[in-house]
């Protein structure tokens, strides 16, 4: 496979992945664990069959992820679980910069939804939001500004 085939195939498995986890988070607030393994299988078996590639990027890459489920027990899953690995299989396929920034302009996005809830429509702090909606979301700002995987 050459490496223009390949990252078509990473960024449409991401949202698909991203996708179906967002309507799944919208509808009942959960993801799908065996959708998750799925594509988590996919990405371990393009990134082991591809020339170039192997672990390496797979280990580093879902770093953000880890840090993430980190955080969920530290806050005692006021983070979300689901968020965790959502953002740990994506890295699996994005890299680790790819991921990051993922992450980071997702986070953004939800700050600022949630800021305009307590502010503009008077919800408590308390208030939960769906989180993978804005991973989607910021994946197709970044495809769409021609950000290529893990660049």
């Known amino acids: ?11 449409s498995l991401v949202f698909l992945l991203l996708m179906i986890c967002s309507l799944s ?17 996919l990405g371990l078996l ?7 590639m192997g672990l390496y990027p ?5 770093v953000p992820g880890l840090g993430l489920l980190m955080l969920n027990k530290l806050t005692k899953g006021a983070i979300g679980a689901g968020d965790g690995i959502v953002i740990l299989v994506t890295g699996i396929f994005l890299g680790f910069w790819g991921t990051f920034r993922l992450l980071t302009i ?11 809830l307590m502010i503009v429509l008077k919800k408590g702090k308390s208030k939960e939001i769906p ?12 495809s769409a500004l021609g950000f290529g995987v893990g660049a």
């Open 131 to 142: 989180f993978v909606p804005f991973v989607f979301v910021s994946f197709l700002i970044q």
């Open 106 to 116: 997702s986070t953004g996005m939800a700050a600022v939804f949630a800021a305009i």
């Open 25 to 41: 988070d919208l509808k009942s607030r959960l993801v799908d664990g065996s959708i998750l393994s799925l594509f988590g299988l």
């Open 58 to 62: 797979v280990a580093i890459g879902i």
């Open 46 to 52: 393009l990134n082991l069959t591809s020339q170039g």
């Open 1 to 11: 496979m050459r490496l223009g085939e390949i990252a078509l195939y990473i960024k």
